[in-house]
């Protein structure tokens, strides 16, 4: 296992108990080196899946700037998440567009 590699397993283990604490501005900064990663090691659905909880704490952060750069990347064409999860996020993307608070994440 890579140095690299491992650093990435350490922070998402670090990553579980943030909802919990209501750290979302830090999880969002720890959520970072991660995604590179995931990003420059083409691992697409584990890159969704952190997009996906990064998407999740902007909007508990209400860091409308971040959620809108982390939900384009969810519901871009090379994502993997579901056409129907694609359609709520440009459809939340574009009530942000229009001034509207975005609708809540599943789950919250």
């Not at 809108?68 to 056409?83: H, I, M, R, V, Y």
Request: one cysteine or more; aromatic letters at 8%.
């Amino acid at each position: 296992m890579t140095n690299e590699r491992l650093k990435s397993e350490r922070s998402d283990q670090k990553l579980e108990p943030f909802p919990k604490f209501v750290c979302f501005r830090e999880a969002l900064d720890l959520l970072s080196p991660v995604m590179r990663h995931y990003r420059s090691e083409r691992w697409r659905p584990l890159l969704d899946a952190v997009l996906s909880l990064g998407v999740k704490c902007a909007f508990l952060a209400a860091d409308a700037a971040s959620y809108s750069a982390l939900a384009f990347d969810l519901a871009s064409p090379e994502s993997s998440a579901p056409p129907q999860e694609k359609a709520r996020i440009r459809a939340n993307l574009a009530k942000i567009l229009r001034g509207e608070a975005p609708l809540p994440e599943p789950g919250m």
